[in-house]
């Protein structure tokens, strides 16, 4: 019986270093009411750096959630999953100004602020959310719990346009977290807008662009030379030859 036991740890034990080797980081989930720790373990592949920035991608994920549940995520399903910074803060103070909060590097986050959106007595699983890259489709929004598409975010496929992608959490679910997306030649700002049953809109603007030189003038249409473009929440450089 000893020997079988003995056995029995020994392959225990040789299982848990077989799985920890498909992982190479860990990627902690702040934001959660949840009594246990909630990250994500992640086969981090290839690492970028932009301006100090270091972007990190994953070809594989594992998800430990707020049940205690750990499970695996192939990337391919939507590209490789990729960082971004993730931004708290505690409920504001009288005059809005932020009195707390925290950053970390993240590879999911819970949207709205704190996990647990839907009470204790509630069957709806809380959605855990990540972003995921891929040259020729750019940049877009994942549920990891349901495997669905929230948003397509950006279609450029240069891995430095997200160098600076962040989300800037609300202190409540009900309220709108912002996502920011800023690199190599990139700035845009979108919101997440909640609704009653925990599903969450991405706003954007759906302006007319506007045009402007490079000491400020604004033009009806491009001008010949160094152009800068404002569309909707979008800002770029281009040249006109």
Known sequence: MKRLIILLFV????????????????????????????????????TQEYMGKTIYLADQIGLYDSNGIFRELESPLFGSFISFTYVTKSKAAYN????????TTQMAFHPGGRG????????????????CFNEDNGLSLYDLNTLQKVAVLDNGGNIKQYASLTVFASS??????YI????????????????????RAISY???????????????????????????????KKIIVK
């Open 116 to 131: 647990n959106h839907y009470g204790q007595n509630s069957m709806k699983e809380e959605p855990n959310y990540a972003f």
């Open 11 to 46: 392959a225990l034990s040789l299982h848990l270093v077989m799985d920890a080797q498909t992982y190479n980081s860990v990627f902690p989930i702040a934001n959660t009411v949840s009594n246990r720790p909630e990250f994500v373990a992640a086969n981090v592949y290839s």
């Open 205 to 235: 603007s759906g302006a007319e662009p506007s045009y402007f030189g490079i000491n400020g003038q604004k033009y009806d249409e491009p001008q010949q030379g160094f152009d800068i473009v404002v569309d909707g929440q979008e800002t």
């Open 96 to 103: 809005g100004a932020w009195n707390s909060g925290a950053e």
């Open 172 to 177: 409540d679910y009900t309220m709108e977290d």
């Open 180 to 199: 920011v997306i800023v690199g190599q030649q990139k700035f845009k700002i979108y919101g997440t807008l909640p609704d009653t049953n925990g599903v």
